[in-house]
C-alpha cells in the first residue's frame, strides 16, 4: 500500500500518528466503526477503539521506518498488554458497557525505501 501521510523526516510522534491516520482509513475499509481515538486513560493511551461487527475491539497501532528495531508488533510487549487491558477497562466502566464481547488487536505497519506500507493486522493479538 502506498502511502502519501509518510515523511520520513517526521518526528517519532508524528510518524506515529500518520501511521494512526493509514490504520484508521484500513479499518475504515474493512467496516470497522470508529467509537474513539487516542482514548486517555490511568496515564495511558488506547490508539483506536472500533466495533468490527458486534465485537468492541482495542487496536494497538505500531509504525516503524524499517525492520532495524524488529518487527512493529514485536513492541507490545507483556508490560505494555497489561495496561493497553486496564485502560480499555476504564473505558468500559465510563461508558457504563457491561457484558460485551471485546477483544485486543494489532495493526503493524512496516514502511520499505520506496514508502510502500506492509500492514499486519493481528486479531485476538493477546
Known amino acids: ?6 515523511n ?3 518526528s517519532a510522534y508524528d510518524f506515529g500518528k500518520s501511521g494512526e491516520e493509514i490504520a484508521l482509513k484500513y479499518l475504515k475499509n474493512k ?11 490511568f ?3 488506547i490508539d483506536i477503539i472500533a ?4 465485537t468492541l475491539v482495542f487496536i494497538e497501532v505500531k509504525t ?4 532495524k528495531f524488529g518487527l512493529p508488533e514485536e513492541s507490545v510487549t507483556p508490560l505494555k498488554q497489561r495496561q493497553i487491558r486496564r485502560i480499555a477497562q476504564g473505558f468500559l466502566a465510563k461508558n457504563n458497557l457491561y457484558d460485551i464481547e471485546c477483544r485486543f488487536d494489532v495493526l503493524s505497519l512496516l514502511f520499505n525505501e520506496k514508502d510502500d506500507c506492509e500492514i499486519n493486522h493481528i486479531q485476538n493479538a493477546f
Open 43 to 45: 496515564r495511558g493511551e
Open 1 to 6: 500500500m502506498e502511502n502519501s501521510l509518510i
Open 64 to 67: 516503524r521506518k524499517n525492520k
Open 31 to 41: 467496516k470497522y466503526r470508529i467509537v474513539a481515538k487516542s482514548f486517555r486513560f
Open 51 to 54: 466495533y468490527d461487527q458486534n
Open 8 to 10: 520520513r523526516k517526521q
